[in-house]
């Protein structure tokens, strides 16, 4: 069994920055992602990376904003936030894909965390 385990959400004004670390066993040679969900919502694709960490995928929403990185020594990924907007605001959740490729539907992952809370003001 795979876990996953988010980190880094909180409360932050708007304009500001979040670093979202998400640490995981059986990591390398996998794709992983993040995806972000508010109350009555589907889960949305934020950012994606390949396994070997030389493909990047971002949701136009987020584009010169957020960067994915991984670091496959630490088994972690992360997800930088900067110029955070309201429209940010949600649980955030990391997810290991089937394979090594970028994913950017959920289907594509088979394991997820449990989620971290990011809340932006105006």
């Known amino acids: 069994q795979v876990h996953l385990v988010e980190s880094g959400g909180g409360l932050v004004q708007a304009g500001g920055s979040l670093k979202l670390s998400c640490a995981a066993r059986?990591?390398?040679?996998?794709?992983m992602g993040w995806f972000r969900q508010v109350p009555g919502k589907e889960r949305e694709f934020v950012a994606a990376?390949?396994?070997?960490?030389?493909?990047?995928n971002y949701a136009d929403s987020v584009k010169g904003r957020f960067t994915i990185s991984r670091d496959n020594a630490q088994n972690t990924v992360y997800l930088q936030m900067n110029n955070l907007k309201p429209a940010d605001t949600a649980v955030y959740y990391c997810?290991?894909?089937?394979?090594?490729?970028?994913?950017?539907?959920?289907?594509?992952?088979?394991?997820w965390g449990q989620g971290t809370q990011v809340t932006v003001s105006s």
């Open positions: 990376i390949s396994g070997g960490g030389g493909i990047t």
């Open positions: 059986s990591f390398s040679n996998y794709g």
């Open positions: 997810a290991r894909a089937k394979n090594s490729m970028v994913a950017t539907i959920a289907p594509r992952y088979d394991y």
